[in-house]
Antibody, heavy 122, light 107 residues
Framework: QVQLVESGGGVVQPGGSLRLSCTAS????????MNWVRQAPGKGLEWVAF????????YYADSVRGRFTISRDNSQNTVYLQMNSLRTEDTAVYFC???????????????WGQGTLLTVSS | DIQMTQSPSSLSASVGDRVTITCRAS??????LAWFQQKPGKAPKSLIY???SLQSGVPSKFSGSGSGTDFTLTISSLQPEDFATYYC?????????FGQGTRLEIK
């Protein structure tokens, strides 16, 4: 079955950097786009970034564009989120989520990881 | 950006009830709408995509409808495990956006 395992969260000072990883199993990773979604403490879900299956297209939320970079290594079944110039408002649980493509058409997401917590604090 | 507005923000209901949550998009999104369920401390769970199609393994008590700007999620015969927060999401265009969530509580 599909499994997504995030790692790399922790405590970082404002202005610092961190890289999150999401390792996938149970499906052909190179066939599917991947998303990062975050949730600040006590708040709702916020989409962060998306990368196509082959890495050819990437999209970002306005709140992170220019500071975060999504990438992937299909040989390692892993998607990454490089986060620079971190702010206190980036504090959140970060989830990776697999794009839902049941046939030749793709939709939203169908599977989620358990999340990894990033705390940005001095 | 497309804004997604859910109503109500919170809802109290009893076991056995049928409830409906509404989601409105700030512009037309065809049927590019998904619904998610989230319980405290857990990852979201995907329920519905393309406005009305159930994800694999999701019970038929959940149903979605709508197109364009107005959408609904209906949950019939509420059970204790259904009390959670529900989010809609548009994936018609980037940036993808979520509604603010509807908290479904036990009355």
């Amino acid at each position: 079955q599909v499994q997504l395992v995030e790692s790399g969260g922790g405590v970082v000072q404002p202005g610092g950097s961190l890289r999150l990883s999401c390792t996938a199993s149970g499906f052909i990773f190179s066939n599917f786009g991947m998303n990062w979604v975050r949730q600040a403490p006590g708040k709702g879900l916020e989409w962060v970034a998306f990368i196509r299956n082959d890495g050819s297209n990437k999209y970002y939320a306005d709140s992170v564009r220019g500071r975060f970079t999504i990438s992937r290594d299909n040989s390692q079944n892993t998607v990454y989120l490089q986060m620079n110039s971190l702010r206190t408002e980036d504090t959140a649980v970060y989830f990776c989520a697999k794009r839902h493509c049941p046939n030749t058409t793709c939709y939203s997401v169908d599977s989620w990881g358990q999340g990894t917590l990033l705390t940005v604090s001095s | 950006d497309i804004q997604m507005t859910q109503s109500p923000s919170s809802l109290s209901a009893s076991v056995g009830d049928r409830v409906t949550i509404t989601c409105r998009a700030s512009q037309g999104i065809s049927n590019s709408l998904a619904w998610f369920q989230q319980k405290p401390g857990k990852a979201p769970k995907s329920l519905i995509y393309a406005a009305s199609s159930l994800q694999s393994g999701v019970p038929s008590k959940f149903s979605g409808s709508g197109s364009g700007t107005d959408f609904t999620l209906t949950i019939s015969s509420l059970q204790p495990e259904d009390f959670a927060t529900y989010y809609c999401q548009q994936y018609y265009s980037y940036p993808i956006t979520f509604g603010q969530g509807t908290r479904l509580e036990i009355k």
